[in-house]
């Protein structure tokens, strides 16, 4: 037995479907950080830096889930100074040593939630082992800001984490690692 969608105003418009099932609509959306960041505030920068690292390949930037919701990673916005360098952004196992605590900014001027999560910088988080690079960011200029974006984010699910390293000793990061909260 068919179901019928008709208008509620009873002027009997039935509603239209594709050959591929799929409704017309016209519809207003937002996107999903937006709505969590709107009704639950549990967005946040997380800003770090300015790290110099100690040598080549060191993390300046840790992340750990250390709740049950996922978190996702929106994007990263990173500059340098000192000398241009290849950033990677790696999944990474073990545990991290050296660094120190971040403090998250909610970016829900009006909320107290706070993530979940360990996030350290320093110039030279220890007992970090790559297990898979993410992403590449090539700051090919000092002083100048540059943004990775993802629309499939990079999510965390519990006590999974990421870390960002420095190819060139003498490149000075400054960063946000912007996260949301999986609600």
């Given amino acids: 037995m ?11 418009y039935g509603m239209r479907v594709d ?20 009704d639950y505030g549990k967005v946040w920068s997380l ?39 290849r950033i990677a952004i790696n999944k990474v196992t073990g545990t991290a040593a050296a660094g120190t605590t971040i403090v998250p900014v909610a970016r829900n001027l009006g909320s107290t939630a706070a993530p979940v999560a360990t996030a350290e910088d320093s110039v030279d988080i220890t007992g970090l082992t790559s297990a898979g690079t993410l992403f590449y960011m090539e700051l090919t200029a000092v ?13 965390l699910p519990k006590s999974s984490a990421i870390g960002i390293s420095v ?8 960063g946000v690692v912007s996260i949301v909260e999986l609600v």
Avoid: M, W
């Fill in 143 to 155: 002083s100048t800001l540059y943004h990775l974006r993802t629309t499939s984010n990079i999510i």
């Fill in 47 to 85: 800003p770090f830096g300015p790290r110099d690292p100690t040598g080549a390949d060191d993390y300046v930037f840790y992340l750990q889930n250390t709740g049950v919701n996922n978190i996702a990673v929106t994007d990263i916005r990173l500059s340098c100074t000192g000398a241009a360098s």
């Fill in 2 to 12: 068919a179901i019928i969608i008709q208008d509620g105003l009873g002027k009997g």
């Fill in 19 to 38: 050959s591929e099932g799929r409704l017309h609509t016209v519809a207003h959306t937002n996107p999903t950080d937006f709505h969590t960041n709107n």
């Fill in 167 to 174: 190819a060139t000793a003498t490149c000075v990061v400054t």
